[in-house]
């Protein structure tokens, strides 16, 4: 019998079998398809950031960026001397309309709370910290200026949490799992993705497609942080010399990872060049589509131990934010598995015991 | 001068092709389209010559069915004077193509006539020399480097063996390398303008032109998939693979 | 049926692909006759003589055909055309200038680039740079094709005798003159464009390693390429990087050496016609696309692979 076994190698389940490994447990990781065409982690615009609505995504976002800053001493292996994840730490930007404003206070109050460190700024006065921006319809922004929010290579990031995990004792093997009685193990850990449901048919976690553009733009501004408009969902950062793009509309029972091309011309360069004056000149050059692991109840995480199991958890349902929660869900597993509780952030509200009984609690600020 | 630049749409380049099941050609339908690219660098070298002051009009010109529009509007967008679109659906050949050109030349009386040097969808590369052919006017084609003298054009073409120069009298027929120029970015404001000026309609068939194919297209499949790939002991062995096998080196 | 092809040379020797083209127009009809266009081009027209499947050959001979000139070249042809069933040449930038302007005189719809001669009329070619390929049929009376000269092995050069008939020349045209040729020899080709990439990954651990990388490509004239990584470490900037935010490209060979094969690398080259990956790391992904994998460490296969290919004397530039 096996001591751990976690179904699904992506981000979630290398993160996860890092974290238990540290403790000493013995992991196997199976995966299906180890060049992870279709995972959503290599496919992610790699983002890390806190500014969130609910408490606990802000803690956790915190520990991404605590975690990523420590790449270099945690991940280190012989065979990975000097792991990197290729951190930007360029900061986010959030603007809001009216509508939005009065959530957007409550947020703050959970960014202090929790000491996230995010400023906020009146719409009026944003061009005075970002003068690139045209401000109208904006009434409220938040943004961070210390390095405590960015992107990440996530194809790296992955690379590097594997190879320490297997430096620690952990096993990696490709292979197929379509139900979870195929598995004798003490405990098993359900980090399937996008294909939860393919598992545990009782989590309503299905794939979410999301198109990211890449565009050229005579002007260049390395400094622009990610910068998410919600008051039309589109959301853009500089890449090398170019900039992406994210579409904000999404796709369910996708037939394929084509991108919608057409969103471009019809949505997303629209919605640039309003708030960002140089984007009124771009060129389209690319873009590629990927999964998001959208919970359909309420677009938060799934974590904790299935009540209709004896020895299985699960990780899923981030919608977009698996590869930066991944450090502080592999943790809170590792905690719940090997002590039976949380021990530092406390995620005990993404209980499965909550989508069974579908107690929505949603968090509003998916990019 | 007056330069008449023909421009096609296509299947954006950034679009994976698919086939259609039935073999009857592949996937359009909800599609991006974009100008051909070749065809942005023939719109552009047009209006870097009338900034120079050496043209005076630009007329933008495509031939194929309705939203084919675009592409004069996007020519239209970065500087190209008025646009000619010739109305025709179905699949139009590049001879056809070019008698449809032929006619509008006649009329139009342009000095100069530019496109790309091949469209990214039939990849033919027939019709700019096909008509030139048909008007009896000096070809430059694959051109990387084109200067405007008093009635000729010296041009650079991109040739398997280097580079090649010519002298061409004016009138005459350019098609454009991607190495021609670096094509201006079409600004939003400039698409939204270009969207409301007017574009000057015929319908192929009022030009007396046959359009009807002369071949037919039999089946469209995939190309063959690659096949599974192997692992090789060491360095002799890979030698050996490429140069006997896969014959690249 | 008769087929007349067009030979490419430069007056002293044959150019290459002529072979190649002469294989395929032999497969649409036996009775295949060749025309040399050129000025002193004997010994090209005996050289065509002795291809065993070549039944005739067409020398026209002038001083306006000292240089290829498509319009001079077109009117020289169509002055033979009429006894041919087929007229083609190579799909190289030769016969792309030439065969479309002959096409439009005779009013024929030409078929370009074909890969394959499925009858004298029904032809494979590639659409869509090869994402599809189309089996067409010509309609027209006379047909004007022209062939991928890579898709077709050259014809045998010797062990044939064909007849070697003068012909007149046409007319020359006044509109348009020869100026200059050059060949480009020192420039390494352009990464989109290039015939055989070189890539480094995150595996060459630093920026001076890619010296490595730089005496591959040297030596089969090769673009260099990089993974998102190496330029992400400052190996490399990030004009050499391939994949989903940097270059897409589609070389006939790729040698991945050290890139451990992101699907985001993967996007940008898995097109190519022949894949290598160099890794240590056998379970990276890149073995995934490889036509052909090596599992060893690079600092030791690199240097090998070179001294490799300077035993070989056969690398087409």
Known sequence: ?367 | ?249 | MSVLLIAEHNNKEVKPFTYNAITAASQIDQDLHVLVIGLNADEVAKSISQVPSVKKVIQVDNEIYENYIAENFTTAIIKQSDKYSHIVCSANTFGKNLMPRVAALLDTSQVSDIIKVISSDTFLRPIYAGNAFATVKSNDPKKCVTIRPTSFDPAPTTGGSAEIVKADAADKTETTQFVKREEIKSDRPELGTARVVVSGGRGMQSGENFKLIQQVADKLNAAIGASRAAVDAGYITNDHQVGQTGKVVVPDLYIAVGISGAIQHLAGMKESKVIVAINKDGEAPIFSVADYGLEADLFEALPQFLSELNKLNTIQK
């Open chain 1, 1 to 367: 019998m096996d001591d751990v076994v976690v179904i699904g190698g992506g981000i979630i389940g290398a993160a996860t079998a890092y974290f238990l490994s540290k403790e000493g447990r013995k992991v196997k990781v199976i995966e299906r398809d180890p060049s992870y065409k279709t995972a959503s982690f290599p496919l992610s615009l790699g983002g890390f950031r806190r500014q969130f609505f609910q408490k606990e995504n802000i803690l956790l976002g915190k520990f991404a960026k605590e975690f990523i800053f420590s790449i270099p001493e945690l991940l280190k292996t012989e065979k990975n001397p000097n792991p990197t994840a290729s951190m930007v730490p360029n900061g986010y930007l959030l603007m809001f309309g009216p509508e939005h404003a009065e959530e957007q206070y409550r947020a703050l109050e959970n960014h202090k709370a929790c000491d996230a460190g995010t400023k906020n700024i009146k719409g009026s006065e944003l061009t005075n910290v970002f003068p690139y921006i045209n401000n109208e319809g904006i009434e409220t922004a938040t943004f961070t200026d210390n390095k405590s929010e960015g992107w990440i290579d996530p194809f790296l990031f992955h690379s590097a949490l594997k190879s320490k995990a297997i430096d620690l004792g952990a096993e990696f093997i490709k292979g197929e799992v379509k139900s979870l009685s195929e598995i004798n193990a003490k405990t098993i850990v359900s980090a399937a993705g996008c294909w939860t449901k393919e598992l545990l048919e009782d989590i309503p976690v299905v794939p979410q497609k999301h198109t990211v553009f890449r565009v050229k733009c005579p002007k260049h501004i390395p400094e622009m942080p990610l910068t998410g408009d919600l008051t039309t969902g589109v959301y853009w950062r500089p890449e090398g010399k170019e900039y992406l793009a994210g579409s904000p509309i999404s796709v369910f029972d996708a037939d394929d990872l084509e991108p919608a091309w057409n969103d471009f011309e019809e949505l997303v360069w629209p919605a640039l060049a309003k708030r960002i004056s140089i984007f009124e000149e771009l060129k389209l050059t690319g873009g590629w589509a990927g999964y998001y692991d959208c919970n359909k109840l309420d677009n938060n995480a799934v974590v904790g131990k299935h009540p209709k199991y004896e020895n299985v958890y699960m990780a899923s349902g981030f919608t977009g934010r698996g590869l930066m929660q991944a450090p502080g869900i592999g943790r809170a597993l590792t905690e719940l598995i090997t002590t039976g509780s949380y021990q530092t952030i406390d995620i005990s509200v993404f209980a499965v015991e909550r989508v069974l009984q579908s107690n929505a609690r949603p968090e509003p600020y998916v990019l």
């Open chain 2, 1 to 249: 001068m007056k330069i008449l630049v023909a421009v096609k749409r296509v299947i954006d380049y950034n679009v994976q092709i698919r086939v259609k099941e039935d073999g009857s050609g592949v996937v359009t339908d909800n599609v991006k389209m974009s100008t051909n690219p070749p065809d942005d660098n023939a719109v552009e070298e047009a209006v870097k010559i009338k900034e120079a002051g050496k043209a005076t009009e630009i007329v933008a010109i495509t031939v194929g069915e309705e939203k084919a529009q675009e592409t004069i509007r996007k020519a239209l967008a970065v500087g190209a004077d008025r646009g000619i679109h010739v109305k025709v659906d179905g699949i139009i050949e590049p001879l056809a193509v070019s008698k449809i050109l032929q006619k509008v030349v006649e009329k139009e009386k342009p000095d100069l006539v530019f496109m790309g040097k091949q469209a990214i969808d039939d990849d033919c590369n027939q019709t700019g020399q096909m008509l030139a052919a048909l008007l009896n006017w000096p070809q430059a084609t694959f051109a990387s480097k084109i200067e405007v003298k008093e009635k000729s054009l010296e041009v650079t073409r991109e040739v398997d063996e280097g580079l090649e120069t010519i002298e061409v009298n004016v009138p005459a027929i350019v098609t454009c390398d991607l190495r021609l120029n670096e094509p201006r970015y079409a600004s939003l404001p400039n698409i939204m303008k270009a969207k409301k000026k007017p574009i000057e309609q015929i319908n192929a068939s009022d030009l007396g032109v046959d359009t009807n194919p002369r071949i037919e297209q039999i089946k469209v499949e995939e190309p063959p998939k690659r096949k599974a790939g192997i692992k090789v002991a060491n360095v002799e062995e890979l030698v050996q693979k490429l140069k006997n096998e896969a014959k690249v080196i």
